[in-house]
């Protein structure tokens, strides 16, 4: 039961800084996503930082029109 508690609480941390990642690259312009997609690397293992980072960068330019 305490192993779960603990898992639950990882998990709401992780979610907490994929928010606060997200907010951050709501504010960048396309110019700054656009350089940051560059330098992350197109082959990252599924799940790891690099891969989630690659995901929210890509859907933030999505939603801006003429950001892609």
Avoid: F, W
Wanted: glycine letters at 2%; a negative charge.
């Amino acid at each position: 039961m305490e192993v779960h508690v603990v898992a639950v609480e990882l998990i709401a941390k992780l979610r907490d800084a994929i928010d606060a990642i997200d907010d951050h690259l709501s504010e960048m312009d396309c110019v700054t996503l656009q350089a940051l997609e560059t330098r992350l690397p197109k082959n990252a293992a599924p799940g790891s930082a690099e891969m989630v980072m690659l995901l929210l960068i890509y859907r933030e330019m999505k939603n801006r029109k003429g950001c892609a």
